[in-house]
């Protein structure tokens, strides 16, 4: 009975592994040629914009206050909501300005070069190929949040689909001299079978990986409707301990003092990449990485009073609850950028492979399909 049994589970398995394939292959293509592009999509658009996100010098920085002056002198109407700080010797200030057109909000970028302080130009940040792409990969761009639970819907689906492929995968290489054989000589639906479950094998834990924290980038956005998980995840000072806002942006202090609150704070190993600027409805708030620690960009964050200029929270991807250091890991486990450049370009080519498996396991679904039925055997007909 029992290999009958393992007959029975192989089939449901085998059952299972091709119709999550089959059902969810074209998305699991275009998330896979999307997410591919992204992991290079801070590089990419830095190519594409060059003029406006990249600037060449040398010597001492401008401050951030000089290239709001900047912004402020050429661009006296723009209203710049959030400053992202040079990452780089290369990098500039780049300043995001809220506006809101037929009901939609959306807003610019206005890149200003960080030793002379020249404004470069802007861009509408919602017209740029890395937005798209982006919005494209996590929610189909058109489809908020939702779509984002979507994408992370078919992330549970690839590791189904995954490890349903790895539990039958023993049963498929027994007709093989060796495992990673490619059996050419018997047509193009065995080899295509072949090299399916070869790259299948050789790309199972990063599939895994993507999987799994696709899943959960996608499906935390459901914890808006828990305000205890959705704590964890996206920690925020509690409203009895935020201060009032300043009535007037007259006498506040300044982004390079806030920033240096934020490094007191945190301590030397801060790296400030963000600054939220404040208004008459919120203070400061400055986002940064922790040097070598693999966290999400932005993962740690300090609030400073606008008018006081003392914190009055903290979060800090060291010492952060379990849950939310988890969460943390999954960005940069998603899209690769844990690891520097080998880590990224190893992601483009395994990224790849998911997409490979994705047309080749429809193909040779296809090709059974379609196939011609065989001949019964005479002993088989006099059988039956």
Known sequence: MKPVLGAVRARQLFAIHRWTGLLTGIVILFLSLTGSGLVFITEIDRVLNRKLLTSKGTGQLIPPERALESIERVLPKARVGTLHLPRDENGVYLAATNRVRDGASSYNEIGVHPYTGEVLGKRDHQSTFAFVLRQLHLR?????????????????????????????????????????????????????????????????????????????????????????????????????????????????????????????????????????????????????????????????????????????????????PAITKSYYWMDPLHFGYWGGAISQILYVIFGLTTGFLSVTGFIVWYAKKNRRPRAMPIEMRAAA
């Not at 295509?192 to 070869?198: I, P």
């Not at 959960?216 to 964890?232: D, F, M």
């Not at 990485?289 to 008018?307: L, W, Y």
């Open 140 to 320: 189909f761009f058109y489809f908020g949040w939702k779509g984002r639970v979507v994408v992370g819907v078919f992330g549970l689906l690839l590791l189904l689909s995954t490890i349903t492929g790895l539990l039958i995968y023993s049963r498929f290489i027994r007709a093989l001299p060796k495992w990673y054989s490619i059996r050419r000589t018997r047509g193009f639906q065995i080899s295509t079978s072949d090299w399916h479950k070869l790259i299948g094998i050789l790309s199972l834990v990063f599939n895994i990986v993507i999987a799994f924290t696709g899943a959960i980038l996608g499906l935390e956005n459901l914890a808006r409707y828990s305000p205890a998980v959705s704590q964890a995840i996206h920690p925020k000072a509690p409203k009895s301990e935020v201060p009032k806002p300043p009535e007037s942006l007259d006498n506040i202090i300044s982004v390079s003092a806030a920033i240096a609150a934020a490094r007191s704070a945190m301590g030397p190993a801060f790296e400030p990449t963000m600054v939220y600027m404040p208004t008459t409805k919120r203070h400061y708030t400055v986002f940064g990485n922790i040097t070598g620690r693999i966290a999400m960009e932005g993962a740690n964050e300090v609030s400073i009073d606008a008018t006081t200029g003392k914190p009055y929270f903290v979060s800090d991807a060291r010492t952060a």
